[in-house]
């Protein structure tokens, strides 16, 4: 595709160009920071998005899928710029039509985009769903930090209410408690409302000004844009200068005040530990009132711990990609990378995932012919199976039954497929038995 692909300050374009398909051999690899999903790590996948899914429906969520491409404008427009995700991570792209595209960096943008573009408002208020998928951001590949990640998201659009608030972190932490995280607390602000946060930056921004000779030139270019990304900076001596910056909560106007006093209410109320951060606004420009996030305990052995999730409320959201009225709404998204990476990782089971108490063994050119048609009546019947039908010999059949530990193995040879009959061999006592076909079924079921 003629696609031109580029990400913020990066000119991949360039070196993109330089790849021809012959040298293309010597670099057989996935792009930076995205790997292939399989084995063990694509269940442990799998079976948290299943639990996950679980969860949520019992809360109430429905479940919604947006493309991975949204219009460039709905994700730097609700994002905003001053942000690290769309001044320097956005995966951006030109169609041959002209179209300028995004892979998406989050699902909150897109899903925005969705309730307005079907008119979800009509709905009975509020809208709540999960959605996953992977999300992209150009960000330099490290521990727990990829290019493409997977994120499951929870959202109730349409409400104002502080108890959906509380439902989307409660759904969010029993997701994280089912998947086997102990000891969880969060960490929870208040940012205000466009009433009381413009009060709030005023304040703040004079306080920088104040120390603006000691501030980080990254730290100061964010005051320009974006005063309140510099709560959270990552560089030493802003951490230092933030310890007595002024405190958003200090600054809520009387609704926000209360809408803030009665999160925490149900967070005391449902024994979920919570810990105010002054310092927490979270990347993203769309947040209003309540942002939260949680960090795991320990999550990768002797490494420091890292934030499994985080969410808000963004009431201002909808009218900042185009839409006519506000959306009150609020959402979390969860890492499913870095849960699925964790010692703690219950490695759920997806449902998919059956252990064979069955290996088929097919002999001569007979049995083969007819071997699918057998797998086919056990499948229906929902016996899992394990099979190796590209092999001939029963030896090398029965040494990878064994390898396996399978407990029983179903013999089909020639005879067999002339007498319309199998021979069932319990691999413990080497005993076998010749079993008609259609008593089979019947048979296997009086196994252990
Ligand atoms: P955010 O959308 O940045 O608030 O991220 C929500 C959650 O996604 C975080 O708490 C992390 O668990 C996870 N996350 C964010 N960025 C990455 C990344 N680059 N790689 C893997 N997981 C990530």
């Not at 690899?29 to 799998?46: A, I, W």
């Not at 209410?161 to 602000?189: F, R």
């Not at 396996?404 to 020639?414: D, E, M, R, W």
Request: aromatic fraction near 8%; proline fraction near 5%; charge should be positive.
């Amino acid at each position: 595709m003629a696609w031109l692909l580029s990400t913020g300050g990066i000119n991949e374009s360039k070196s993109m160009k330089k790849i021809t398909i012959k040298n293309r051999s010597q670099e057989i690899t996935s792009p930076k920071g995205m790997r292939d999903l399989m084995n063990e790590e694509y269940y442990s996948f799998q079976g948290f998005f299943e639990k996950a899914q679980e969860v949520a429906v019992y809360y109430g969520f429905k479940p919604i899928e947006t493309p991975m491409l949204e219009q460039e404008e709905i994700i730097t427009s609700s994002i905003g710029k001053g942000t690290d995700i769309v001044d320097k991570e956005m995966y951006t792209l030109k169609t041959k039509g002209g179209d300028h595209l995004a892979l998406r960096p989050e699902h909150t943008a897109p899903l925005m985009r969705a309730y307005i573009e079907h008119g979800m408002q009509t709905m009975p208020q509020p809208v709540m769903f999960y959605h996953s998928g992977p999300v992209f951001r150009h960000d330099k590949p490290q521990r727990g930090r990829y290019r493409q990640f997977w994120q499951f998201d929870l959202d109730a659009l349409g409400s104002e209410k502080s108890i959906m608030d509380a439902i989307v972190i409660k759904t969010c932490m029993n997701i994280l408690e089912e998947a086997g995280a102990e000891n969880l607390s969060i960490d929870i602000n208040s940012i205000g409302d466009k009433e009381c946060r413009n009060g709030y930056i005023k304040e703040l921004t004079s306080y920088y000004k104040k120390h603006i000779n000691q501030l980080p030139s990254v730290d100061r270019e964010r005051l320009k844009i974006n005063p309140l990304r510099i709560l959270d900076s990552k560089e030493e001596k802003t951490k230092e200068i933030n310890e007595s910056a002024p405190d958003s909560i200090s600054f809520l106007c009387p609704a926000c005040k209360k809408h803030f006093k009665e999160v925490l209410e149900y967070l005391e109320e449902m024994n979920i530990a919570y810990n105010i951060n002054k310092n927490l606004v979270r990347g993203l420009s769309y947040y209003t009132r309540t942002v939260f996030e949680i960090t795991g305990q320990g999550e990768m052995e002797n490494d420091a711990p890292m934030a499994l999730a985080g969410g808000g409320r963004y009431d201002y959201l909808a009218r900042q990609i185009g839409g006519k009225k506000d959306v009150p709404a609020v959402g979390v998204s969860i890492g499913v990378d870095r849960i699925v990476a964790a010692p703690w990782y219950k490695k759920l089971a997806p449902r998919i995932l059956k252990k064979p108490k069955i290996y088929f063994i097919q002999l001569g050119s007979e049995a083969k012919l007819k071997s699918l048609n057998i797998i086919e009546i056990l499948r229906k019947a929902h016996i899992p199976i394990a099979q190796s039908l590209s092999k001939d010999s029963l030896g090398s059949q029965l040494a990878i039954a064994e390898k396996l530990a399978i407990p029983y193995v179903l013999i089909f040879g020639v005879k067999e497929a002339l007498d319309n009959a199998v021979i069932v061999r319990d691999m413990s006592t080497r005993s076998q038995e010749t079993v008609k076909l259609p008593k089979l079924l019947e048979y296997l079921k009086e196994l252990k």
